[in-house]
């Protein structure tokens, strides 16, 4: 079951078999967060009570505090991230939603929380499976998004999110996102790092202006009206357009300590590709082995996976689809634009000065809906027909696994 | 607020709303908040105070037992002085607060 192996530039990295949750609760118990505040919802129930089980056992200094509700789970999060210290919390679809309102909250007090989010359909009717309308939902309240595509990338994401949001340039909190059972219920191998090593590289928290500074008192959420609310909001935006060039830097330097450079992007076979997918979290996995397997057949397929939704990589995409002819857009939730999904809409606006490039979109997986290889290898099919114009684009927005 | 104070931008104040300053309550001017501004008549008036007991602001100066003045930056133009004034004595009248 573990497999150690040493390497200079890391140190030593054990080999695990781990769930995603169980991936995520050891970058927690490395972390060793002063404060976790946490309700159980499916799935991401076994995360946290694998991370009690550590505080149980002494491994972490944290104190956990069990709520009664995830409004007020985020709400204890607010107010330990406000007194000064690291702060965690997890949460699922309706968790997330029964916290709506502090998570605003939270972001526009610039509290750097980090809350890995188990993807799951948001009720109703009511469902515990994958898919992306829960953290999609909450694409705009100025937390910072990163999609995970397995438990290493979840395990990694949760360690760098930490550096991210307590960064003097970005000071928001951060949403890691892992796709509800497919990831957080998979046991997959994943390299877990020294615990010296996190230790040392998510540094030691130093707060900015906290409530427990009793030389320096301050005032958290105070009414703030029209003449001073929207400059709040300006700070906002420039501290999330801040942070793309600090996550960066962060997946830069976590390459350097630990092996695995991570982008805000990352492209899949795409330098000559005619036809490409555009998809986040798990299914880019899945697309990897279609793209390979048509890559086989000669055809020229790539695959665009966004791993940063929240600051959304505009420029980056456009550079990396500069050559490609056709895009379809994988959307794991369904936003009732009539106009199509969340991911689609970004890369439509995205793309809207290239007049030589078609995009359609394809709703997929709400629910926990399977998607396969056959299911991508036909959309690839699709695009490739738009791409020959063999098949006229007669509705821009599709879905895939949904029976007639 | 005052009205004459300067707005800063987004890039002068604290982040998230905070206020780094304590005790600052006093520096706000809640009589901007007027559309009625009390007005007193210290012919009328005969210094019963029932106006300074009811005053929801500690709005009105009081000396030696006697009203003195409004204190215009903290009154709120609520009119609770102008309604409990005795209707035998009618010291004090609510007029539009004009700029």
């Known amino acids: 079951m573990e497999d150690a192996k040493v390497n200079n530039k890391t140190g030593q990295t054990t080999l695990v078999a781990l769930t995603g949750n169980e991936a995520v609760a050891t970058a927690m118990r490395q972390i060793n967060p002063d404060v976790v505040a946490a309700y159980p919802i499916t799935p991401q129930t076994s995360l946290m009570q694998k991370f009690a089980d550590f505080a149980a056992a002494g491994l972490v200094d944290t104190e956990i505090i069990l709520v009664e509700s995830e409004h007020s789970a985020m709400s204890a999060c607010v107010g330990s991230a406000a007194a000064g210290v690291r702060t965690m919390t997890a949460t699922s679809a309706n968790g997330l939603a029964l916290m709506w309102e502090i998570v605003y909250i939270a972001a526009s007090s610039r509290l750097p929380i980090v809350m ?289 | 607020m005052s009205e004459t104070e300067q707005l800063k931008g987004w890039k002068e104040i604290p982040i998230g709303g905070l206020i780094l300053a304590p005790g600052n309550a006093r520096e706000y001017k809640t009589g901007g908040w007027r559309t009625f501004k009390p007005v007193h008549h210290m012919d009328k008036c005969i210094h019963c105070l029932q106006c300074w007991m009811h005053c929801p602001d500690s709005a009105i100066k009081v000396e030696g037992g006697k009203f003195i003045a409004f204190n215009y930056d903290a009154c709120k133009g609520c009119g609770i002085c102008a309604k409990i004034c005795p209707k035998k004595v009618q010291a004090i009248t609510m007029e539009k607060e004009e700029k």
């Open chain 1, 116 to 404: 890995p989010v188990v993807n799951r359909a948001l009720s109703g009717p009511i469902n515990i499976h994958c898919d992306h309308s829960d953290t999609m939902g909450c694409r705009d309240s100025s937390w910072i998004q990163i999609y995970s595509e397995n438990s290493q990338e979840a395990y990694d994401n949760t360690i760098q999110a930490i550096r991210i949001a307590e960064h003097a340039n970005v000071l928001l909190p951060v949403m890691v996102t892992l796709d509800g059972f497919i990831i957080s219920h998979s046991i997959e191998s994943v390299h877990v790092y020294e615990d010296a090593k996190v230790k040392e590289f998510i540094g030691e928290y130093k707060p900015h202006n906290p409530l427990l500074d009793l030389n320096n008192p301050v005032t958290f959420g105070p009414l703030d009206l029209y003449d001073y609310y929207f400059e709040h909001k300006r700070q906002q935006s420039e501290a999330m357009k801040n942070s793309k060039r600090v996550i960066e830097d962060i997946g830069r330097l976590f390459g350097q300590t630990f092996g695995t450079v991570y982008d805000l992007i990352e492209t899949y076979r795409l330098e000559d590709a005619d036809e490409c997918i555009v998809v986040l979290g798990s299914t880019a996995g899945t697309a990897k082995e279609v793209v390979d397997a048509l890559r086989g057949q000669g055809r020229k397929v790539g695959l665009l996976k966004i791993r940063v939704f929240r600051p959304f990589p505009e420029t980056e995409i456009i550079d990396a689809l500069r050559g490609v002819k056709v895009v379809g857009v994988l959307d794991r939730s369904e936003g009732f634009s009539a106009v199509g999904g969340p991911v689609y809409q970004e890369i439509r606006a995205a793309l809207c000065a290239r007049h030589d490039i078609s995009i359609v979109n394809y709703i997929y997986g709400l629910g926990g809906r399977d998607i396969g290889i056959a299911d991508i290898t036909k959309v690839f099919d699709e695009l490739s027909a738009i791409r020959k114009a063999e098949k006229p684009i007669t509705s821009r927005v599709d879905y895939v696994g949904v029976r007639e």
